[in-house]
């Protein structure tokens, strides 16, 4: 079976103190059992602070984004080296609010996902839909074309030591969650294109589920097959609300 990941990708949110006072709440509260793992996403100005403070716990940490650029001449721009020099284990890739409000294409994307890999960290793909292409009935087809780019370029083994994270847009920071049948529906297709494609990445591949997800919900979504965690962000920036999603990854 595979376990399952609970991150909270915490966007431009926080400030040193607030940050030690969520992590401690985090590590004081995490669940006891086994079959599910913790990961925190800060800003970059926060990663080797967080890391810190979470070295020896059961909380990872992880990145927001990379640049798809080793060294030099990249103004604001920040090293996957860097990251891992910092303790980052995970990085954040094709977020749709930066392939939305940044411009990043999938094939920058695909970019991201290899450097991220080669400096020895895990990438976090995500793909999903707006309302639109949903309403369009083109949401396969998105996440399909989404998924292609980072396979053509990486190829499937890659997925090997990859999370993918479905998010559809339509319930990010809306309130609005996909149910639970709906999420496990878009899961198994993903699952699915694995299938045809190399079965043991298709059956080891833990493939998150993002939008809304918050204590009351998780323990749904979660029950799914093919739902392997989430990826959290309003309810990420509170211990207590992270704490019951990961009580319902314990549970689960
Ligand atoms: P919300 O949980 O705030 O909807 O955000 C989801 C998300 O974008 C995580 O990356």
């Known amino acids: 079976m595979r376990d399952i990941l609970v991150a909270g990708n915490w966007k431009?949110?926080?400030?040193?103190?607030?940050?030690?006072?969520?992590?401690?709440?985090i590590i004081a509260g995490v669940p006891e059992g086994s079959?599910?793992?913790?990961?925190v996403c800060p800003p970059f100005p926060y990663l080797a602070s967080v890391a810190a403070q979470a070295a020896g716990?059961?909380?990872s940490v992880g990145a927001q984004n990379v640049s798809?650029?080793?060294?030099?001449?990249?103004?604001?721009?920040?090293?996957?080296?860097?990251?891992?020099?910092?303790?980052?284990?995970?990085?954040?890739?094709?977020h749709s609010e930066r392939r939305s409000l940044y411009g990043e294409s999938s094939a920058?994307?695909?970019a991201k996902f290899q450097a991220a890999q080669a400096a020895g960290m895990t990438p976090i793909l995500?793909?999903?839909e707006t309302l639109e292409e949903r309403e369009a009935g083109t949401t396969e087809k998105v996440i399909d074309e989404q998924l292609d780019a980072v396979l053509d370029a990486a190829g499937v083994?890659?997925?090997?030591?990859?999370?993918?994270?479905?998010?559809?847009?339509?319930?990010?920071?809306?309130?609005?969650?996909a149910t639970p049948e709906q999420a496990q529906d878009m899961h198994r297709h993903i699952r699915g294109r694995f299938e045809a494609l190399n079965a043991d990445i298709a059956a080891s591949v833990q493939i998150l589920y993002g939008g809304s997800m918050k204590g009351?919900?998780?323990?749904?979504?979660?029950?799914?097959?093919?739902?392997?965690?989430?990826?959290?962000?309003?309810?990420?920036?509170k211990a207590e609300d992270f704490l019951a999603i990961a009580h319902a990854a314990a549970q689960n």
Not at 13 to 18: F, I, P
Not at 157 to 177: K, L
Not at 216 to 237: H, R
Request: charged residues 10%.
């Open 12 to 25: 431009m949110n926080g400030s040193s103190t607030a940050n030690a006072e969520l992590m401690s709440g």
């Open 35 to 39: 079959g599910f793992s913790l990961l």
């Open 57 to 59: 716990s059961a909380v």
């Open 68 to 94: 798809e650029h080793q060294k030099g001449a990249f103004t604001g721009e920040v090293a996957p080296s860097m990251l891992s020099d910092v303790g980052c284990e995970y990085v954040i890739v094709g």
């Open 108 to 110: 920058q994307v695909a």
């Open 126 to 128: 995500c793909v999903g």
């Open 157 to 177: 083994e890659a997925f090997g030591t990859a999370v993918i994270a479905y998010e559809p847009v339509w319930a990010i920071g809306t309130g609005v969650t």
């Open 216 to 237: 009351e919900n998780a323990a749904g979504l979660l029950a799914k097959p093919d739902i392997d965690g989430g990826l959290i962000g309003g309810a990420s920036l």
